[in-house]
């Protein structure tokens, strides 16, 4: 994970190279040890991550290395763990969007524009997406870092649970 997190800082991009042997390791590590069992664990979690990132993906909002990790990161924790491991990933997320804003100075106009959409659609129950000015960079999220912090986050909570009920 801190790998593509690295590599997506660098080179804003998470290479095919990581997330397919990854996505590999976890399906046969899983069926080796669990035979079928394992595989449909590692599969569906395979699914249930790149699931949970397909339509931002689709719209545009994230890359699809982004989906592909979700899915490695899927392929070794399962269905369950991937989908808490995606709730911290947004979380996380969020947070680092908004120290991203906030360091471009871009947080104030974004919220204001915003809630302006928020307020347009609430009054005429029309969605109308305003875009930013010209003026806004457009700060870019290297978002394999909330992956890699949303699923280290996600196993230590889990792991802590476990400890704590035994």
């Given at each position: 994970?801190?790998?593509?997190?690295?590599?997506?800082?660098?080179?804003?991009?998470?290479?095919?190279?990581?997330?397919?042997?990854?996505?590999?390791?976890?399906?046969?590590?899983?069926?080796?040890?669990?035979?079928?069992?394992?595989?449909?664990f590692s599969?569906?979690?395979?699914?249930?991550?790149?699931?949970?990132?397909?339509?931002?993906?689709?719209?545009?909002?994230?890359?699809?290395?982004?989906?592909?990790?979700m899915g490695?990161?899927?392929?070794?924790?399962?269905?369950?763990?991937?989908?808490?491991?995606?709730?911290?990933?947004?979380?996380?997320?969020?947070?680092?969007?908004?120290?991203?804003?906030?360091?471009?100075?871009?947080?104030?106009?974004?919220f204001k524009?915003?809630?302006?959409?928020?307020?347009?659609?609430?009054?005429?129950?029309?969605?109308?997406?305003?875009?930013?000015?010209?003026?806004?960079?457009?700060?870019?999220?290297?978002?394999?870092?909330?992956?890699?912090?949303?699923?280290?986050?996600?196993?230590?909570?889990?792991?802590?649970?476990?400890?704590?009920?035994?």
């Open positions: 994970m801190f790998i593509a997190a690295i590599h997506d800082i660098e080179f804003h991009k998470i290479p095919n190279w990581l997330t397919y042997p990854t996505m590999m390791i976890g399906i046969v590590g899983h069926t080796w040890t669990h035979g079928l069992e394992g595989l449909l599969v569906s979690g395979v699914g249930v991550g790149v699931a949970v990132l397909i339509i931002p993906y689709l719209l545009g909002g994230m890359g699809a290395g982004d989906t592909k990790l490695a990161v899927g392929s070794l924790l399962g269905p369950k763990e991937v989908f808490g491991a995606f709730i911290f990933t947004a979380l996380i997320g969020g947070i680092y969007a908004l120290v991203i804003l906030a360091r471009y100075g871009n947080l104030k106009s974004t524009r915003y809630g302006t959409i928020l307020k347009t659609f609430v009054l005429t129950q029309t969605m109308i997406y305003i875009p930013p000015s010209q003026k806004e960079t457009k700060p870019r999220l290297c978002y394999g870092v909330a992956i890699a912090v949303g699923t280290l986050l996600s196993v230590f909570t889990e792991s802590l649970l476990k400890v704590s009920l035994i």
